[in-house]
């Protein structure tokens, strides 16, 4: 009989890439997906540990699981991911329901594990790092699919360790796939009708520089323009750090590189940034952004901040807000600081009160709801090139695709542009997404 099973992802694109292959993986072994975790046989997390708000969330939906275990005691259930990873046997101890633990190097053995816990009905831990030999060998691979727009992972792991930061605890040191091997799966989605690709993995610009004779990131990028078939190129996330001029000068040269980039600044203050590790100043900075700027007049910038930072001051959040106000971000996603175990911040003493770190929170936003809203209402009226990407929620006849700047634009047209560039007359701007009328040349 076939078995079903049920996957719920959170976190980033990293977790969206492993849960594809968690996917894939599973349909090999006679699985098959299912929308509801009442109707499966397995229930799998795919969890984020960036902040404390994403750990405990985990804990909140395997808890919505239990009822279901206890009409079905054959249902497996299984976590994945960074909270697996940071978690490990602790997990098992805490949730005596729970069937398996796999960590962020161990996607590949959930079949083994499963299997194991149908057959000998024991629990499962996986949460060991692998050597960078074999999690070269291990990267993931593209399972089939017919979207328009792919994630392709150019490197995992991170070397940073920016002060307030756990992934480098959850995702191990840095590795980076070969360049051959990136730009084969970029040409076979090519080949499956992909028109856009996004480049991925915790800080692309740094891409290459540990493995001996592998070509810079900027590089990588002037390879894939040259693959056909492929329209539009993006990635993301980049250090400002690692951000070198040849990739400035990418947005300049390369027609196919969309003109936004994301370029987490997570604070405008010089002794925040430098307590956090990042390693640039405000300034230097403020510069990229100008270079960025001249290369290409058209970009949009987007950015991770960081409130409530420990030992943050009113002065550091102002030159925060007036950094903000200099780039111009079209959109910022703000976090407020929060403690993760094993990173050098946990140490520092966080003294400001709930209440101090959520009024500038606030007022971070406000700003930005402001700046946004200036910014994408200036769409209005113009004509701008869309990827149709597929059918709308909104039904019938109704098509969506993106702009360059990555924003979202619904209109009417045929399924049969799919897949195609069109000319979309931009008639109505909303909070996230845009409403246009379908331009024929
Ligand atoms: N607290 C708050 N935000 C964090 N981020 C990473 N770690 C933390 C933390 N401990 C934010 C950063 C990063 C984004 C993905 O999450 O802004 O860029
Ligand atoms: Fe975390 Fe910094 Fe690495 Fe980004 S660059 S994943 S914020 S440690």
């Known amino acids: 009989m076939e078995k079903r099973f049920y996957l719920e992802t959170f976190g980033c694109q990293m977790n969206v890439v492993d849960s594809e292959r968690i996917v894939a993986l599973l349909e090999g072994v006679g699985y098959r997906q299912v929308a509801h975790a009442a109707d499966a046989d397995l229930v799998l997390l795919n969890t984020c540990s960036i902040r404390d708000k994403a750990e405990r969330k985990v804990y909140g939906h395997l808890g919505r699981f239990k009822p279901i275990k206890d009409e079905n005691p054959s249902l497996i259930i299984g976590v994945g991911g960074c909270v697996a990873q940071q978690e490990g046997q602790r997990l098992l101890d805490k949730i005596p329901y729970l069937d398996l633990v796999f960590g962020t190097h161990n996607v590949h053995k959930l079949p083994e594990m499963v299997r194991d816990v149908e ?41 940073n360790f920016c002060s307030y930061c756990i992934v480098p605890y959850v995702r191990g040191r840095e590795v980076s796939r070969p360049s051959g091997q990136i730009l084969d799966e970029v040409r076979r989605l090519a080949e499956q009708g992909v028109r856009e690709v996004t480049l991925i993995g915790q800080n692309v610009n740094s891409y290459g520089r540990k493995e001996p004779g592998e070509i810079p990131f900027a590089q990588l990028l002037n390879k894939v323009h040259e693959i056909a078939g492929i329209e539009r190129i993006r990635f993301t996330t980049s250090h400002p750090k690692d951000l070198s001029d040849e990739l400035i000068g990418c947005f300049g040269s390369l027609e196919k590189l969309c003109w936004h980039l994301h370029l987490p600044v997570q604070s405008g203050s010089d002794t925040i ?50 950094l903000m106000k200099e780039v111009d971000y079209a959109d910022v996603f703000s976090f407020l600081y929060s403690s993760r175990p094993e990173t050098a911040a946990a140490k520092l003493s966080d003294t400001l ?12 936003i406000a700003l930005q709801t402001e ?71």
């Not at 050597?131 to 060998?137: A, G, K, Q, S, V």
Request: glycine share 8%; aromatic share 8%.
């Open 119 to 159: 057959e000998n009905r024991v629990r499962c831990l996986e949460t060991e790092f692998l050597d960078r030999e074999t999690r070269l060998r291990l990267f993931p691979e593209r399972s089939e699919g017919d979207t328009i727009s792919r994630f392709v992972t150019v490197m995992q792991g991170c070397d």
């Open 371 to 441: 700046t946004s809203a200036r910014i994408w209402a200036s769409d209005q009226g113009k004509v701008l090139p869309v990827l149709v990407e597929g059918e709308s929620r909104q039904g019938a006849g109704q098509l969506f695709g993106r702009t360059t700047w990555n924003r979202i634009v619904n209109f009417t047209g045929d399924r049969k542009l799919i897949g195609t560039i069109v000319p979309v007359r931009i008639s109505r701007v909303y909070k996230n997404s845009h409403l246009g009328d379908l331009k024929i040349a």
């Open 273 to 322: 940034l430098h307590k956090m590790n990042r390693g640039y100043t405000r300034q230097q900075y403020l510069g990229i952004v100008q270079r960025l700027k001249e290369a290409c007049p058209q970009i949009r910038i987007t950015s991770d901040i960081i409130v409530g930072f420990p030992g943050e001051t009113e002065q550091d959040f102002d030159d925060t807000l007036s």
């Open 353 to 364: 009160t709930k209440a101090v770190k959520q009024e500038r929170f606030d007022r971070l």
